[in-house]
């Protein structure tokens, strides 16, 4: 089966912790994203890749990093400056920028 | 900056009535997509509206998009229970290349 797969599904961490998300896709695409979403809020770009080895960053991108070492990945680093890491975070992908985007089922890190 | 508007951000709807969903932007975009979430889950893809006047359907919602007056509309008709969900409507930037701009969802409640 073809598709995004997100893990841990949920995620505990101490104040202060460097904590890596993982994001990958076997669905062949090319841009790979990262969103955010708080409750009652939408989601929130924080980066975004269109090619292997290369990535921007999206509107909320302090406090996060990414790399794209492999076209089917995509990790996700919540640092400690990241001042409210408590959130839904959500990985997508698309055949190629522009195009219509998939999620992944996401991650729900709690940082106490 | 594009920014994405929803109204209402939240309805609570008898089963068996029609209502509305309106989303407004900001700057100029010419392809304009639907999500639902259900509670604590990802997104699911419902409709992507790629051109003005494109009217999509799918059982009892119905999409549409105009965007000279950067509005799009999402009807529901005779709505059913299983409808209940939070909605989006997300943006594409004139460009592509920088993610989706989401509006803030509209909880939908449906009742029996």
């Known amino acids: 089966d073809g598709g995004i797969t997100q893990s841990p599904k949920y995620l505990f961490r101490k104040e202060g912790q460097n904590v890596t998300l993982s994001c990958e896709q076997n669905?062949?695409?090319?841009?790979m994203y990262w969103y955010r979403q708080d409750p009652g809020q939408g989601l929130r770009l924080i980066y975004y890749s269109q090619i292997v080895n290369d990535f921007q960053k999206g509107d909320i991108a302090e406090g996060y990093s990414v790399s794209r070492e492999k076209k089917e990945s995509f990790p996700l680093t919540v640092t400690s400056a990241q001042k409210n890491p408590t959130a839904f975070y959500l990985c997508?992908?698309?055949?190629?920028?522009?195009?219509?985007?998939?999620f992944g089922p996401g991650t729900r890190l709690t940082v106490t | 900056e594009l920014k994405v508007e929803q109204n209402p951000l939240f309805l609570s709807m008898q089963e068996g009535k029609n209502y509305t969903i309106y989303c407004n932007y900001s700057?100029?975009?010419?392809?304009l997509y639907w999500y639902r979430q259900d509670p604590g889950k990802s997104l699911e893809s419902l409709f992507v509206l790629l051109s003005n006047g494109a009217v999509k359907q799918e059982g009892r919602l119905m999409a549409s998009l105009d965007t000279k007056a950067r509005l799009s509309t999402l009807h529901i008709t005779a709505a059913v229970h299983d409808l209940s969900a939070t909605y989006f409507c997300a943006v594409d930037m004139v460009g592509g290349a920088d993610g989706l701009t989401f509006g803030k969802g509209t909880h939908l409640i449906i009742q029996p």
């Open positions: 669905l062949n695409h090319d841009a």
């Open positions: 997508a992908s698309s055949a190629t920028a522009y195009y219509e985007q998939y």
């Open positions: 700057t100029t975009s010419d392809r």
